[in-house]
Protein backbone atom coordinates (compact mmCIF):
# COMPACT_ATOMS: atom_id res chain seq x y z
CA UNK A 1 0.00 0.00 0.00
CA UNK A 2 1.61 2.60 -1.27
CA UNK A 3 1.56 6.14 1.69
CA UNK A 4 0.54 9.51 2.14
CA UNK A 5 2.55 12.01 0.46
CA UNK A 6 1.93 15.28 -1.15
CA UNK A 7 1.72 16.14 -4.68
CA UNK A 8 5.01 18.05 -5.37
CA UNK A 9 8.72 16.13 -5.10
CA UNK A 10 10.91 18.11 -7.63
CA UNK A 11 10.71 21.88 -9.09
CA UNK A 12 13.17 22.93 -11.50
CA UNK A 13 13.00 26.83 -12.39
CA UNK A 14 14.61 28.03 -15.78
CA UNK A 15 17.42 30.41 -15.95
CA UNK A 16 19.93 32.30 -18.78
CA UNK A 17 22.82 32.79 -16.15
CA UNK A 18 23.17 30.06 -13.98
CA UNK A 19 26.37 32.01 -12.03
CA UNK A 20 24.36 35.16 -11.67
CA UNK A 21 20.52 32.89 -10.23
CA UNK A 22 23.35 30.77 -8.28
CA UNK A 23 24.23 33.95 -6.28
CA UNK A 24 20.62 35.52 -6.80
CA UNK A 25 19.16 32.85 -4.88
CA UNK A 26 21.91 32.01 -2.24
CA UNK A 27 21.77 35.59 -0.99
CA UNK A 28 17.99 36.23 -0.99
CA UNK A 29 16.95 32.56 0.67
CA UNK A 30 20.60 32.86 2.63
CA UNK A 31 21.43 28.56 1.50
CA UNK A 32 24.18 27.27 -0.59
CA UNK A 33 23.65 25.57 -4.20
CA UNK A 34 25.42 22.71 -5.70
CA UNK A 35 26.26 22.53 -9.21
CA UNK A 36 25.73 19.79 -10.82
CA UNK A 37 25.48 19.10 -14.79
CA UNK A 38 22.80 16.20 -16.33
CA UNK A 39 23.54 15.83 -20.10
CA UNK A 40 23.70 19.33 -21.82
CA UNK A 41 22.07 20.98 -19.14
CA UNK A 42 23.66 22.67 -15.88
CA UNK A 43 21.71 22.90 -12.67
CA UNK A 44 22.17 24.19 -8.93
CA UNK A 45 20.39 22.24 -6.66
CA UNK A 46 18.49 23.72 -3.36
CA UNK A 47 19.37 21.83 -0.48
CA UNK A 48 17.47 19.02 0.86
CA UNK A 49 16.87 17.48 4.00
CA UNK A 50 15.96 13.74 3.43
CA UNK A 51 12.81 12.72 4.92
CA UNK A 52 11.54 16.16 5.73
CA UNK A 53 8.32 17.58 4.47
CA UNK A 54 8.33 20.04 1.43
CA UNK A 55 10.21 19.83 -1.88
CA UNK A 56 13.24 20.63 -3.18
CA UNK A 57 14.70 21.34 -6.53
CA UNK A 58 17.22 23.19 -8.69
CA UNK A 59 17.94 26.14 -11.10
CA UNK A 60 18.13 24.85 -14.41
CA UNK A 61 20.22 26.43 -17.64
CA UNK A 62 19.39 24.44 -20.71
CA UNK A 63 17.46 24.35 -24.24
CA UNK A 64 14.06 25.02 -23.76
CA UNK A 65 14.46 26.12 -20.22
CA UNK A 66 13.02 29.97 -20.53
CA UNK A 67 12.07 32.19 -17.73
CA UNK A 68 9.00 33.71 -17.40
CA UNK A 69 6.17 35.49 -15.48
CA UNK A 70 3.60 33.01 -16.72
CA UNK A 71 2.43 29.41 -15.66
CA UNK A 72 3.41 27.64 -12.16
CA UNK A 73 4.48 29.81 -9.12
CA UNK A 74 6.96 28.07 -6.57
CA UNK A 75 6.71 29.11 -2.84
CA UNK A 76 9.85 29.43 -0.93
CA UNK A 77 9.22 29.14 3.03
CA UNK A 78 10.96 31.63 4.78
CA UNK A 79 11.41 33.26 8.35
CA UNK A 80 11.50 36.76 7.68
CA UNK A 81 9.11 38.32 4.13
CA UNK A 82 10.58 41.22 4.74
CA UNK A 83 14.39 40.81 5.02
CA UNK A 84 14.13 38.32 2.10
CA UNK A 85 12.35 40.48 -0.29
CA UNK A 86 15.23 43.65 0.57
CA UNK A 87 17.79 40.92 0.05
CA UNK A 88 16.00 39.94 -3.57
CA UNK A 89 16.18 44.04 -4.31
CA UNK A 90 19.87 44.02 -3.13
CA UNK A 91 20.39 41.27 -6.14
CA UNK A 92 17.98 42.60 -8.65
CA UNK A 93 15.18 41.52 -8.13
CA UNK A 94 11.55 43.32 -8.12
CA UNK A 95 9.03 43.39 -5.74
CA UNK A 96 5.81 41.55 -7.47
CA UNK A 97 3.52 41.83 -4.66
CA UNK A 98 4.30 42.86 -1.01
CA UNK A 99 3.64 41.43 1.94
CA UNK A 100 0.05 40.01 2.37
CA UNK A 101 -1.98 38.38 4.88
CA UNK A 102 -3.93 35.46 3.59
CA UNK A 103 -5.49 35.27 7.28
CA UNK A 104 -4.73 32.05 9.32
CA UNK A 105 -2.52 30.35 7.01
CA UNK A 106 0.44 33.02 7.61
CA UNK A 107 1.46 35.64 4.91
CA UNK A 108 2.82 35.80 0.84
CA UNK A 109 4.87 37.78 -1.45
CA UNK A 110 5.80 37.19 -4.69
CA UNK A 111 9.18 38.81 -6.69
CA UNK A 112 10.35 38.79 -9.84
CA UNK A 113 13.76 37.09 -9.68
CA UNK A 114 17.36 38.08 -11.53
CA UNK A 115 16.18 36.20 -14.75
CA UNK A 116 12.51 37.14 -14.81
CA UNK A 117 10.56 34.24 -13.11
CA UNK A 118 8.11 35.29 -10.97
CA UNK A 119 8.71 33.24 -7.75
CA UNK A 120 6.79 33.75 -4.56
CA UNK A 121 7.59 33.76 -0.66
CA UNK A 122 5.23 31.76 2.35
CA UNK A 123 5.87 33.13 5.93
CA UNK A 124 3.76 31.75 9.31
CA UNK A 125 4.39 35.39 10.42
Known amino acids: MAHATNPVNWFEIP ?5 RAKGFYEH ?4 TLSPMEMGEGKMAMFPMEQDAPGATGALMQSEGYTPSHEGSVVYFSVADIAATLARAQEKGGKVLLDKMGIGEHGF ?3 VEDCEGNRVALHALT
Open 28 to 31: VLQV
Open 108 to 110: IAQ
Open 15 to 19: VRDLD
